[in-house]
């Protein structure tokens, strides 16, 4: 039997982990990388999935979050598409395409505005458009500081901890930033350290490599300044890469560089964008 429906997770207790048996053809390890985000509280049911299913099998895919942002100083509720994947066997139906036709259609009932991360070649057939993004880079000196501490993804308190920032953080920038983000946040970071700043009770996500170091969120409840951040980063660096834009961290000095993140990454949008044409970048850790 064949059907092509809007699902509910919550109605099916086994779904999710036929969905997940989609997932590992595109995406070998998936499975295992959802299984420790949700180790420290992120809930799979927040997506709403759009499948097209032969008796118990699914064989595609499209799922729909709902993202609350800050863009342009003001909230903006949007709705993500992600996870558009078919059974290799599947594959040259259609089936993506009526479960994409189906979603934007439950979509544009909802939010005004839509986003993906994703091939422009794959969608712009479906009215998104992409739009560049910037990250902003300058010189900076590492410190060799010792203010860091590593969490631990098998400790229940840090998990608490982390939780506790990502309900209550504020947005990272105030043109393009996000809030109460648990769900992507946890699965994007799942297989990235975090650190934890007691003195400004932060979690930060970067990396340091060949003398450059890589920024990309700052969960906090009260934004620190860039400067108090790095002073805290323990390995050496010359040079600074910020994945965000950094209006609310004090780097007015740092140079807006044109930067897709990737062939499969670029950020593509559906309806109105009010910071279209400025150099903004939605957070790493914040795409679906």
């Known amino acids: 039997m064949s059907r092509r429906m809007r699902h509910d997770y919550a109605s099916d207790p086994t779904l999710l982990s036929r969905v997940f048996e989609l997932y590992e053809h595109p995406w070998p390890g998936m499975t295992a990388r959802a299984e420790g985000a949700r180790g420290w509280g992120m809930r799979w049911d927040v997506s709403t999935p759009f499948l097209h299913c032969e008796g118990e099998d699914v064989i595609s895919h499209v799922g729909v979050l709902e993202i609350n942002l800050v863009v342009g100083g003001r909230p903006m509720l949007v709705g993500g598409i992600h996870a558009v994947a078919t059974h290799p066997d599947h594959r ?7 479960l994409m036709e189906e979603a934007l259609k439950w979509c544009d009932e909802r939010y005004g505005t839509l986003l993906l991360t994703g091939e422009p070649q794959l969608y712009d057939r479906y009215g998104f458009r992409s739009v560049l993004e910037h990250r902003f880079a300058g010189k900076r000196r590492g410190s060799g500081g010792r203010g860091l501490r590593l969490l631990d993804r098998k400790s229940a308190a840090d998990g608490g901890l982390l939780l506790r920032l990502l309900d209550s953080r504020a947005p990272v920038s105030e043109r393009l930033g996000i809030v109460r983000d648990r769900a992507i946040f946890l699965f994007d970071t799942a297989l ?8 400004l009770d932060a979690v930060i996500a970067y990396t340091a490599k060949e003398g450059a170091l890589k920024l990309y969120d700052v969960v ?9 951040v790095l002073a805290l980063i323990p390995e050496p660096f010359e040079r600074i890469e910020v994945y965000f834009t950094p209006d609310r961290i004090g780097a007015t000095d740092l140079t807006p560089e044109s930067h897709p993140l990737g062939l499969d990454d670029h950020l593509m949008i559906r309806g109105p964008w009010p910071v279209e044409h400025e150099p903004a970048m939605l957070p790493v850790p914040a795409r679906c």
């Open 92 to 98: 040259l139906r259609g089936h993506s395409r009526r």
């Open 192 to 199: 990235w350290p975090l650190h934890y700043a007691e003195d």
């Open 220 to 228: 906090a409840e009260r934004m620190p300044r860039l400067d108090d």
